[in-house]
């Protein structure tokens, strides 16, 4: 078995009408080039770069576009944990990279293939992380 990384944009910046398209890519190399530079000093294995752009703007995005224009204030994180980070990245983490666990963000939540309904949510409760 092998820790791998996997980096994910899911913001293409072709999609921006802007100057700033070349300064939004050029973060996403820095980004991807950090991930690579910290899983060399752990000693982890490869880190993958995959675009999940589309998911994100199909299903994330332009809903909540169309949410503001009706008034609403929608939450775009909710969608994009179930769409993008537990929907698409986790079917590529199993589909292409054979994954049996996966661990995300600034707290793990971890999937066991095993299991497809099993989730542990391995947060750290707010009230351990006071001064």
Not at 101 to 111: D, F, Q, S, V
Not at 119 to 125: A, E, K, S, V, W
């Amino acid at each position: 078995d092998q820790l791998v990384g996997l980096h994910m944009s899911n913001w293409d910046p072709r999609d921006e009408d802007t100057d700033d398209a070349a300064s939004s890519s050029s973060c996403i190399e820095k980004e991807y080039k950090d991930a690579q530079r910290v899983a060399q000093h752990l000693d982890l294995g490869p880190v993958h770069h995959v675009s999940f752009a589309k998911e994100y703007w199909t299903g994330v995005f332009e809903p909540y576009i169309e949410a503001i224009s009706e008034g609403r204030m929608p939450n775009p994180d909710m969608k994009c944990n179930s769409i993008v980070k537990f929907g698409a990245m986790k079917e590529y983490a199993r589909e292409r990279l054979g994954a049996e666990w996966i661990a995300t963000g600034h707290y793990a939540r971890l999937w066991n293939r095993a299991d497809e309904e099993e989730y542990r949510d391995l947060r750290i409760p707010e009230h351990l992380l006071a001064e």
